[in-house]
């Protein structure tokens, strides 16, 4: 569902599993930010970031760099530096795609 788009598809299996008691896991969760950053859906993406970093199972790159290119799809820089920032803090290894997504954010945002 992820990767051709269909974000609100990921969503309802999403939910199904959590219906059903399945753990979701770190890899479950950063799919569903993925889908939601490639629908153009940055509220929720974020909201399942939330989710991430309030669960025992933890952010982790993937969960960043997904959080931060939803952001930067969308224009929402400041949410994006907000992210960078807490993935340092966090002590969360950046990635080149981290970088790239960071500085088509502030192009876009003209910082």
């Known amino acids: 569902c992820e ?3 269909e974000w609100e598809k990921a969503l ?7 219906e ?23 509220p929720m993406a974020l909201h ?11 952010v982790d790159t993937v969960s960043f760099n997904s959080a931060i ?3 930067e799809k969308c224009g929402e820089w400041e949410k994006a530096m907000q992210l960078f ?12 795609i981290t970088l790239n997504a960071m500085i088509s954010c502030c192009e876009k945002g003209g910082e």
Do not use: D, H, Y
Not at 12 to 18: I, K, N, R, T, V
Not at 28 to 36: E, F, K, M, Y
Not at 48 to 58: A, L
Not at 85 to 96: C, F, G, I, T
């Open 85 to 96: 920032k807490s993935m340092a803090q966090s002590m969360v290894e950046l990635s080149s």
């Open 20 to 42: 059903s008691e399945v753990q979701s896991g770190t890899i479950a969760l950063n799919a569903a930010i993925s889908a939601c950053e490639k629908g153009g859906e940055w």
């Open 3 to 5: 990767k051709v788009g």
């Open 12 to 18: 309802q299996l999403f939910f199904m599993m959590a």
């Open 69 to 71: 290119s939803a952001c």
């Open 48 to 58: 399942f970031f939330s989710v991430i970093e309030r669960s025992k199972v933890g």
